[in-house]
């Protein structure tokens, strides 16, 4: 129902806005701006995203399905099923879903964008065998869901190529910053979903994963930031990552093929999956960009954003960070919009400003929270997806924040 009423103001404030522009302002091309933006985000929702989606869903579920074929699936549900257990008490032991999953949050932590979705629609379609109420998300969904969108991120990739191509004089420095940033939105995210679900987070193997996957994040930092100079941590970061991606799918071949599996024939039965998802989520995809396009071409994301600078003004207080507000705003609805916001802050005060680096690590920070769950949501069904919405924004509110304080720590 929060998806409903979200979509919905999208519209309706749109309209407002433009008829306030229209009246008051004398803005006589506002409402051909909003069509135009209408026909340009349903076209490119199909052009530019699905239809280029059903490539990397067939290719990645065709994978799936020989790494379940090869036990690759069920040996990472026996690693992380004790933690697992504890946070999804919805899903048997060594279900084929907890595997799933780990993959999605193991690709998300190495950036790997491009094998992220299919292998996290792949994970949502695996708890929905499990739930009874098909329409309505279960609690294994919302945690799953929640920690999917809080955007966990060890490899911030695209935004390091993206710096150096604007010309950084150290397109790297925000890899730790980063980091950070991330880490603490999924850290609120998992404690928010966890006190609503009433989940024991002072059981002994919860905490231990919790200090070890702590630990984990800060070895990299540390080890990143002692032993690589700036140069080697591009360099490592851009081939780890690649390396990532590639060794899985030969991993999972290989395996298959020492379990005698027709490698090929797995493939395709998991590359059909795929193309029947990518098909399926499209009138979501459409919905969604097109409610995001109107609000944005309406100009009621800068009166926010002017509004958040006004309130701040009156306070003695550094406000530079209220010129990224917008990409705050902007990014869990739309990821191209708030890229597009965040290399336009950069060009305009130059990658290496406050405000550059600030854009980076609050772009890195935070994920397109209303796109996913219409996406994933989308894909089998569900139409009813409880709280998911509230703690997901609760998660990316802790993600901005952190890294607001962060790069003045940093960078200020």
């Known amino acids: 129902m929060a998806l409903n009423y979200i979509w919905i103001s999208f519209f309706v404030i749109a309209f407002l806005m433009a008829l306030f522009k229209l ?3 004398g803005d006589t091309e506002i409402f051909k701006q909003l069509i135009e933006g209408v026909f340009d985000s349903s076209k490119s929702s199909v052009m530019d995203i699905a239809l280029p989606l059903v490539g990397t869903m067939a290719f990645w579920l065709g994978i799936m399905r020989v790494g379940e074929k090869a036990g690759a699936i069920n040996f990472l549900s026996r ?17 084929p879903a907890a595997g799933q999953m780990m993959m999605n949050f193991s690709a998300n932590l190495l950036g790997l964008d491009n094998a992220a979705t299919p292998i996290g629609l792949k994970a949502i379609a695996g708890l929905q065998e499990l739930n009874p109420l098909k329409e309505t998300a279960s609690n294994s969904q919302i945690m799953f869901m929640v920690l999917h969108a809080s955007g966990l991120t060890i490899l ?15 397109p790297t420095d925000i890899f730790i910053p980063c980091i950070i940033a991330t880490y603490v939105a999924t850290l609120v995210g998992l404690l928010v979903v966890a006190i609503k679900q009433k989940i024991n987070l002072a059981d002994r193997v919860v905490i231990s994963w919790l200090l070890g996957l702590t630990a984990f994040i800060a070895f990299i930092v540390w080890y990143f930031a002692v032993y ?3 140069e080697q941590i591009g360099t490592v970061s851009k081939v780890s990552s690649n390396l990532m991606l590639f060794a899985i799918p030969v991993a999972f071949i290989l395996g298959a093929l020492r379990k005698k599996v027709n490698v090929f024939e797995a493939f395709i039965e998991g590359a059909i999956g795929g193309f029947e998802t990518s098909v399926k989520i499209i009138p979501y995809l459409v919905a969604m960009l097109v409610g ?3 609000f944005r071409n ?12 006004w309130i701040f003004g009156h306070f003695n207080m550094d406000t530079r960070f209220t ?5 705050a705003i902007l990014r869990p609805l739309s990821a191209s919009g708030a890229r597009g916001l965040m290399l336009d802050n950069m060009k305009v005060h130059g990658p290496d400003s406050f405000i550059g680096h ?6 890195g920070a935070a994920d397109t929270t209303f796109y996913m769950v219409a996406l994933y949501f989308g894909s089998i069904g569900v139409k009813r997806t409880r709280y998911v919405i509230p703690a997901s924004l609760i998660a990316d509110l802790a993600g901005v924040i952190a890294a607001i304080l962060i790069s003045y720590l940093f960078f200020g």
């Open 323 to 327: 010129d990224v507000i917008p990409i």
């Open 228 to 230: 690589l100079s700036k």
């Open 298 to 309: 309406s100009g009621a994301l800068i009166y926010v954003a002017d509004g958040f600078k």
């Open 358 to 363: 600030l854009s980076s690590v609050l772009y």
């Open 79 to 95: 690693v992380v099923g004790p933690f697992f257990q504890r946070l999804f008490p919805e899903v048997p032991k060594n279900h």
């Open 156 to 170: 911030p990739i695209s935004i390091i190529a993206q710096r150096a191509i604007l010309g950084s004089h150290d």
């Open 23 to 25: 009246i008051f302002l």
């Open 292 to 294: 995001v396009s109107v």
